[in-house]
Nanobody, 124 residues
Framework: QVQLVESGGGLVQPGGSLRLSCAAS????????IGWFRQAPGKEREGVSC????????YNVDLVKGRFTISRDNAKNTVYLRMNSLKPEDTAVYYC?????????????????WGQGTQVTVSS
C-alpha cells in the first residue's frame, strides 16, 4: 500500500522550532521529488518547500526563506522539513506530497501521492 505519513507537528511558542518528517511506505522516494504544503483555516493550500529527486535542488517560498529547510534521506525513505523562528502565521496543517517528476513543483496538481497532514500550531 502506497502511503506517506507526516509526523512531528505540535504546539510551539513563537520563535520556536519543529522538525516535520514525511515517511514513505509501499514505494521508494528515490524516484520522486517531494513537496511540503500547508493549509490554514479558511485559506487555500499553499506550497511551502520542495526538493528534487536527487536532493540537489530545493525551493522555498519567500515567506519561509531563511527559516525553513527541506532535506531528504533516501536510505530512510524520509523527507524532513526543519522549521525555525516559527511565527503564529505558520499555524496550519502541513502535508507532504510525492511527484514523479525529477524537479519539484509548487503546484499541488503535479503531485501523485499525499499524506494525511500534521497540525502545527504556533502560539504563546
Amino acid at each position: 500500500q502506497v502511503q506517506l505519513v507526516e509526523s512531528g507537528g505540535g504546539l510551539v511558542q513563537p520563535g520556536g522550532s519543529l522538525r516535520l518528517s514525511c515517511a514513505a511506505s509501499g514505494f521508494s522516494l528515490d524516484y520522486y521529488s517531494i513537496g511540503w504544503f500547508r493549509q490554514a483555516p479558511g485559506k487555500e493550500r499553499e506550497g511551502v518547500s520542495c526538493i528534487s529527486r536527487s536532493g540537489m535542488a530545493t525551493y522555498n517560498v519567500d515567506l519561509v526563506k531563511g527559516r525553513f529547510t527541506i532535506s531528504r534521506d533516501n536510505a530512510k525513505n524520509t523527507v524532513y522539513l526543519r522549521m525555525n523562528s516559527l511565527k503564529p502565521e505558520d499555524t496550519a496543517v502541513y502535508y507532504c506530497a510525492a511527484d514523479s517528476a525529477y524537479l519539484c513543483s509548487q503546484s499541488s496538481s503535479s503531485y501523485d501521492y499525499w499524506g494525511q497532514g500534521t497540525q502545527v500550531t504556533v502560539s504563546s
